[in-house]
């Protein structure tokens, strides 16, 4: 493995200063968050490895905050906290139930939000649940903040509409509303520490029995994660019955494009995404119908 120690890591103390540094130094720092991710692709990569912008002290970008409906969530807060937190249990419980996947226990101490969404896999497992709750993110720079919703952020694999001297400050969402169900799927090659070889996550509002409104986004099945959009309009004006719900998971074979790597094929990708959509609707179906 390839030794880091040539490069200098610049340890801001305060956000302001982080700033500062992110814009002296334009396109010349990547930062580092827990490093979870950016540590190894940096021992892995042919390339020089860039200097560092170490923001793992910031404690002012770790918070879960509930302000007027929204919830707010600062990008260094680490998955442990995420799933721990009352505020999402109840608010967001569909996020609760991804972070909870993230990792060993290690990596649920240590990897953060923030990380996750800019290290842009589209395996991540805290995007799906993300584009469901129809997040938006704010970018800092020294001149100001941009937000951006989650879904414009991803231009393509590991493509970001993230400007040099901007940092990841915040995610934000509406919370749930009392009609909203949500749920998480995960499936992986084994049953902890795994990457997903297809997740994905359902946020369904129902109104008097009938699907208002349906939002399914899927991960690892494509350059990006994708929203299930047939799928979608499948569910949407509907009450929830074992043949909406099959045909609404089969429809999902329209939004992917999963390739064939280690993990699996792509026809077993499509397969997995397929069940596991039936299984979750199925899942939620039970809860609505009661
Ligand atoms: C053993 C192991 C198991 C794992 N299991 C999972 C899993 O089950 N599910 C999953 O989704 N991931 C998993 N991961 C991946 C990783 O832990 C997560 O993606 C994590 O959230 C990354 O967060 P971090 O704080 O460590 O980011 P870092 O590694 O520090 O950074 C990741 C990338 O984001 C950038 N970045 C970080 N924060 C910011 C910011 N605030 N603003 C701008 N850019 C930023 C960095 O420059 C870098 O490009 C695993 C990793 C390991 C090593």
């Given at each position: 493995?390839?030794?880091?120690?040539?490069?200098?890591?610049?340890?801001?103390?305060?956000?302001?200063?982080?700033?500062?540094?992110?814009?002296?130094?334009?396109?010349?720092?990547?930062?580092?968050?827990g490093?979870t991710d950016?540590?190894i692709q940096?021992?892995?990569?042919?390339?020089?490895?860039?200097?560092?912008?170490?923001?793992?002290?910031?404690?002012?970008?770790?918070?879960?905050?509930?302000?007027?409906?929204?919830?707010?969530?600062?990008?260094?807060?680490?998955f442990a906290?995420?799933t721990?937190?009352?505020?999402?249990?109840?608010?967001?419980?569909?996020?609760a139930e991804a972070a909870a996947t993230i990792g060993s226990v290690q990596i649920l101490n240590k990897a953060?939000?923030?990380g996750n969404?800019?290290n842009?896999s589209p395996a991540a497992d805290s995007l799906p649940a993300?584009?469901?709750?129809?997040?938006?993110?704010?970018?800092?720079?020294?001149?100001?903040?941009?937000?951006?919703?989650?879904?414009?952020?991803?231009?393509?694999?590991?493509?970001?509409?993230?400007?040099?001297?901007?940092?990841?400050?915040?995610?934000?969402?509406?919370?749930?509303?009392?009609?909203?169900?949500?749920m998480f799927f995960k499936h992986g090659l084994r049953q902890g520490d795994a990457i997903s070889v297809v997740n994905g996550a359902?946020?369904?509002?129902?109104?008097?029995?009938?699907?208002?409104?349906?939002?399914?986004?899927l991960g690892a099945v494509?350059?990006?994660v994708?929203?299930?959009?047939?799928?979608?309009?499948?569910?949407?004006?509907?009450?929830?019955?074992?043949?909406?719900?099959?045909?609404?998971?089969?429809?999902?074979?329209?939004?992917?494009?999963p390739i064939d790597d280690v993990r699996g094929s792509a026809?077993y990708r499509?397969e997995m995404c397929?069940n596991y959509?039936?299984m979750t609707?199925?899942?939620?179906?039970?809860?609505?119908?009661?």
């Amino acid at each position: 493995m390839k030794s880091l120690s040539y490069i200098d890591v610049f340890t801001p103390k305060n956000l302001e200063e982080a700033l500062e540094l992110l814009d002296k130094h334009r396109g010349e720092l990547a930062v580092l968050a827990g490093g979870t991710d950016l540590i190894i692709q940096l021992r892995k990569s042919q390339q020089k490895a860039p200097n560092l912008l170490n923001i793992y002290m910031l404690d002012e970008l770790r918070y879960i905050k509930q302000d007027n409906g929204t919830i707010k969530i600062g990008a260094l807060t680490d998955f442990a906290t995420i799933t721990e937190s009352p505020i999402i249990q109840r608010h967001a419980p569909v996020l609760a139930e991804a972070a909870a996947t993230i990792g060993s226990v290690q990596i649920l101490n240590k990897a953060s939000i923030g990380g996750n969404i800019v290290n842009a896999s589209p395996a991540a497992d805290s995007l799906p649940a993300l584009y469901v709750l129809n997040a938006t993110l704010s970018l800092r720079s020294k001149t100001g903040t941009r937000k951006v919703a989650i879904e414009q952020f991803y231009k393509g694999y590991k493509k970001l509409d993230l400007q040099s001297g901007e940092l990841l400050t915040e995610v934000s969402f509406p919370a749930m509303k009392q009609n909203q169900i949500g749920m998480f799927f995960k499936h992986g090659l084994r049953q902890g520490d795994a990457i997903s070889v297809v997740n994905g996550a359902i946020l369904l509002e129902v109104l008097n029995g009938y699907v208002k409104d349906a939002r399914i986004a899927l991960g690892a099945v494509a350059p990006t994660v994708v929203r299930a959009t047939e799928s979608e309009k499948t569910l949407i004006g509907q009450r929830l019955s074992e043949d909406v719900i099959l045909k609404a998971a089969q429809a999902c074979l329209t939004s992917i494009s999963p390739i064939d790597d280690v993990r699996g094929s792509a026809s077993y990708r499509k397969e997995m995404c397929v069940n596991y959509l039936y299984m979750t609707l199925w899942q939620m179906m039970r809860m609505v119908n009661v």
